[in-house]
Antibody, heavy 126, light 107 residues
């Protein structure tokens, strides 16, 4: 059974750093892209970026480029999302998701999230 | 970036009703569209991929159609457990993007 298990909720102060994780199991972790999605309270879903754990190739959405770092450690089947200096506006639920499908021409075309983690709530408040 | 315009933003219907949600892409995305269901406090769940293909284990009352820029999602007979927010999602181009969501309630 494919599972993505995310780390627990975080409560931080503005300016602090945090790294949340997403551990995959039940499939070949290095052969599927993993993505991160933000959902602010009562709002819609926003793509942050995707990573291929096999070689750590990473693609960021323009809105999040430079704001976060996505990484992976294939030896422990875990992907990460980290901030070096949190802001109150980073308060949100963050989901990881496995991407299924064919990555046509390396462009991302054809891949979609089929399994999701349970979400990690990050709260930033002074 | 591709913008996904989903409508309506909310919908109230009775058990047994046929429910339809539409999604319009700002440019041609071929068949590369999903529909997801998100229940309160839960992660999204995949219902439809490639615009019209039903994910394994999803009830057949859910269906999708369309290609290019105009897509439709239908629940043929609304059940109480279908109360959720539904999102369309394009995966034709990076960055991928979601519609704004449709909140479905029982009348």
């Amino acid at each position: 059974e494919v599972q993505l298990v995310q780390s627990g909720a975080e409560v931080k102060k503005p300016g602090e750093s945090v790294k949340i994780s997403c551990k995959g199991s039940g499939y070949s972790f290095t052969n599927y892209w993993i993505g991160w999605v933000r959902q602010m309270s009562g709002k819609g879903l926003e793509w942050m970026g995707i990573i291929y754990p096999g070689d750590s190739d990473t693609k960021y959405s323009p809105s999040f480029q430079g704001q976060v770092t996505i990484s992976a450690d294939k030896s422990i089947s875990t992907a990460y999302l980290q901030w070096t200096s949190l802001q109150a506006s980073d308060t949100a639920m963050y989901y990881c998701a496995r991407l299924k499908g064919k990555n046509y021409y390396g462009s991302g075309k054809g891949m979609y999230p089929d399994h999701w983690g349970q979400g990690t709530l990050v709260t930033v408040s002074s | 970036d591709i913008q996904m315009t989903q409508s309506p933003s909310s919908l109230s219907a009775s058990v047994g009703d046929r429910v339809t949600i539409t999604c319009q892409a700002s440019q041609d995305i071929s068949k590369y569209l999903n529909w997801y269901q998100q229940k309160k406090g839960k992660a999204p769940k995949l219902l439809i991929y490639d615009a019209s293909k039903l994910e394994t284990g999803v009830p057949s009352r859910f269906s999708g159609s369309g290609s290019g820029t105009h897509f439709t999602f239908t629940i043929s007979s609304l059940q109480p457990e279908d109360i959720a927010i539904y999102f369309c999602h394009q995966y034709n181009n990076l960055p991928y993007s979601f519609g704004q969501g449709t909140k479905l309630e029982i009348k």
